[in-house]
């Protein structure tokens, strides 16, 4: 299983190719590549856009996203919601599937936490319901999903996968170069989850870099990280 940051539909995409990630030709439908956000691969549904969500479907490996802001939720929600290996998702194709937010995954024997969503820090320059969206910042319900999963698994899980970040740890980001990114609502409550929980390892895309971060927490984006098969 791998971890990787956003894909900005096609723009970032050419980090799976066979040449960046030479692996995926040992791979096979049961190995996921999980994005940590801003997957944009569901946005308009036109041919460039059909063509390469085919592209990603064509690869030995599955695809596993969490959402970012950068999504077009209108879209994104009228895919069935089913459930899949303990969490609810959107099924996008056989081997495309958007992990929602709040969910506890159990895959490949690792307990995943997944969080998506941010708040688009450019959206005064951006129309609502055509290139920005408010649903781009979790729902009350969606906030309460998230503590009810976390209660229900004693508040132990291996991996958290989410698009922003802990208050906490977007004041050490903004201390090294300002990400022009201030704390919300969504950075406070995933503060009060990384207070709480017992992780392994926390991944985030949002900031476009690549970061190790305190408190096992890594920021993501071109680099792609591999978990080690861990079987349950």
């Known amino acids: 299983m791998y971890v990787t940051g956003d894909l900005h539909g ?6 799976l190719n066979s040449k960046r990630f030479p692996i995926n030709r ?7 590549v999980i994005i940590a956000g801003d997957f944009g691969l569901v946005w308009e549904n036109k041919n460039d856009e059909l063509f390469w969500r085919k592209w990603l479907a064509r690869k030995n490996f ?8 950068h999504e077009n939720f209108k879209l994104l929600n009228s895919y069935p919601v089913e459930s899949w290996n303990g969490g609810n998702v959107h099924r996008i194709s056989e081997s495309i599937i958007h992990l929602m937010r709040g969910q ?12 998506g969503g941010a708040q688009s820090h450019d959206k005064e320059y951006r129309k609502e319901n ?22 229900r698994h004693k508040w132990e899980v291996d991996i958290v996968i989410t698009h922003m970040c802990p ?5 050490i980001l903004n201390k090294s170069k300002d990400t022009g990114i201030h704390e919300d609502q ?3 409550y995933l503060e009060q989850i990384k207070e ?18 305190p408190n096992k927490q890594k920021l993501i984006y071109q680099s792609i990280e591999v978990l080690s098969t861990k079987q349950s």
């Open 10 to 15: 096609y723009i970032d995409i050419g980090k």
């Open 26 to 32: 040992d791979l096979s439908k049961d190995d996921f």
């Open 62 to 69: 599955s695809t596993l996203f969490i959402d970012g802001n």
């Open 104 to 115: 506890i995954f159990t895959i490949k024997g690792y307990k995943i936490f997944t969080f």
């Open 130 to 151: 055509v290139n920005w969206w408010p649903e781009e910042m979790p729902s009350l319900e969606e906030y309460q999903e998230g503590i009810k999963n976390l209660e």
């Open 167 to 171: 208050s906490s740890t977007l004041q």
């Open 186 to 188: 969504l950075s406070d």
């Open 196 to 213: 709480r929980l017992s992780y392994k390892k926390w991944y985030f895309g949002h900031f476009h870099r690549d970061m190790e971060l």
